[in-house]
Each structure stands twice: as structure tokens, then as C-alpha cells.
């Protein structure tokens, strides 16, 4: 019966949904998590247990107000951009993994990497790309704005993958298609852009 199934998709949607959230900010959607794991509202996987520790909790609220933090200093953002990928990608796949309390380990690692580890890459990469943008452009006044709506979604995107999962895919899909359009049109401004008159 497809209904057995349901369960599953379920909770592939929640973790997909909070892998989009790390795409923003890598540290606000797992210290959610930790804390709800830690308060009971809901299961993590056996091996995941360790996040509802309240060491755990305690330290990814830590990193995540420093993470807030950081990313309204000058230049220290941009620096930020080139570390958070590889961390959000991590994350994603942390977060889609933990979400499966009763899967074939193969199955649920290859899912967690695949869905949670690409969805988040790829709108941390955009986020990144939209912060230098943001820099050229305006030279960084814009970036706390940026900053501000990063925090905004990952926020709400976190809340809505938890208790609203089936809105949170539908969203994590129309992102990911804005993220390929601003990607393209980001590319082909590079492929028309002049190139300097040689000086020999």
C-alpha cells in the first residue's frame, strides 16, 4: 500500500524543507531541532540522538547568534560566503538524515546527501553570489538588508518545514527554481561583459 510510505515522504519533506533552511543560515535550523529534540516535540533518528543534549542545544544557539551576528560586519560576511557552502551542505544532509528514525542505512545517507546536501549548497551558493552582488553593486550598504532577509527565511522556513512539511517542499522547489534563474542570468551578465583592451 502507498500509504506506508507516507511517513516517510513526510519526513523526507521536513528534512528537505530545514536543508533549504541552512541554505540561508546553517546554524538557526539545526539549533532548532536541538532544541525541539530536547523539549520532545519530535523524534530524531537513534543515531541522532545526540543533538537533543542540551550541550548541543547550549552550542549550535551559541554559533547561531555569533553566525547572525557576523553577517552584519563588512567584509567579515564575504568571508563567511566562502566557508558556509561546504558547512550548509554538511548541515542539509545532517538535518534529512536525522529525520528518518526507521530507513536502510544506505537509503537514508544517499537521500540525506543527495536532497538535504544539494538543496542546501545550492541556495547557499545564491545567497552568496546575491551578497556579492549586493557588495559591487552598492559597495556592502545593501548587505545588512541581505543579511536581514536570510535570517527572515531561514526562520520561516524552519517553522514551515516542521509543522507545515508539505508547504515546505512546495517552497524549497519554487527557491530552487529562482536560485537556477538568478544563477543563469547571473552567468550570462558574465559571458556578455567586455573584456579590457589589451595594453601590447
Known amino acids: 500500500m502507498m500509504t506506508e510510505y507516507i511517513p516517510y515522504l513526510i519526513s523526507l519533506f521536513v528534512g ?26 519530535f523524534p530524531l533518528a537513534a543515531s541522532f540522538s545526540w543533538m537533543s543534549g542540551i550541550s548541543v542545544v547550549i552550542g549550535t544557539g551559541i554559533a547561531m ?3 547572525i551576528a557576523a553577517y552584519y560586519l563588512p567584509f567579515i560576511d564575504n568571508v563567511l560566503d566562502s566557508i558556509t557552502v561546504p558547512l550548509a551542505t554538511v548541515a542539509g544532509t545532517i538535518l534529512v538524515a536525522g529525520q528518518f528514525t526507521e530507513i536502510n542505512s544506505f537509503v537514508q545517507w544517499a537521500l540525506a546527501l543527495i536532497a538535504g546536501g544539494g538543496t542546501a549548497a545550492t541556495i547557499s551558493a545564491a545567497m552568496a553570489g546575491t551578497r556579492a552582488l549586493s557588495s559591487s553593486t552598492t559597495a556592502g550598504i ?34 530552487l527554481l529562482m536560485t537556477y534563474k538568478f544563477s543563469k542570468k547571473i552567468w550570462n551578465k558574465l559571458q556578455t561583459k567586455p573584456k579590457q583592451p589589451s595594453s601590447y
Open 16 to 41: 528537505v524543507g530545514l536543508a533549504a533552511a541552512t541554505g540561508f543560515r546553517v546554524f538557526l535550523p539545526i539549533f532548532l531541532i536541538s532544541l525541539g529534540s530536547y523539549l520532545g516535540w
Open 65 to 67: 547568534i555569533c553566525e
Open 142 to 175: 545593501a548587505n545588512p538588508i541581505v543579511s536581514t532577509v536570510e535570517t527572515l527565511f531561514s526562520t520561516i522556513m524552519s517553522f514551515i518545514s516542521i509543522f507545515l512539511p508539505i508547504l515546505a517542499i512546495v517552497l524549497v522547489a519554487i527557491l
